[in-house]
């Protein structure tokens, strides 16, 4: 449907320009974009995982209906017997646990990415204040 391609193309293009702040903080070594980079790492960070956590709640509760169909519709019958009752409950429970251990997982690598990014922003700032204080020593000399 159309929002969600907007949803689509809209975090496609947030992460294309983090990944640009990213790539413009390495180069740099600004402490400024560096910061901001850090900063919109973050919060990109915590939009995920509440975005993820509402598609936790929706996958649990208003497509539980449409995920138990798509189940009944997927599950192979084995002889033609028909398809039971627990099998697509199993079939919609490992849906949904798969779902929170993807969040899982992915708040994980985001939350150690955003580590090594704040740990680099630390080593911008000391260069930055070490190259101050190098050139207030050459300028103090002169």
Do not use: H
């Not at 509440?50 to 798509?70: H, P, R, Y």
């Not at 949904?96 to 150690?112: D, W, Y």
């Amino acid at each position: 449907d159309g929002a969600a391609k907007a949803i689509i193309y809209i975090s496609c293009g947030l992460q294309v320009l983090i990944a640009f702040l990213g790539l413009l903080s390495s180069i740099t070594k600004s402490v400024r974009i560096t910061k901001v980079f850090s900063f919109s790492w973050w919060s990109l960070t915590l939009i995920v995982l509440g975005l993820s956590i509402v598609n936790i709640i929706f996958v649990a509760g208003s497509d539980k209906t449409a995920i138990e169909n798509e189940c009944r519709d997927t599950i192979v019958p084995s002889e033609g017997e028909a398809v039971t009752d627990s099998e697509v409950t199993s079939c919609y429970r490992t849906t949904v646990i798969v779902s929170a251990v993807v969040l899982g997982v992915q708040f994980i690598v985001m939350c150690l990415i955003g580590w090594v990014i704040k740990r680099f922003l630390r080593e911008v700032e000391q260069d930055a204040a070490v190259a101050a204080a190098l050139k207030s020593v050459d300028d103090g000399e002169a």
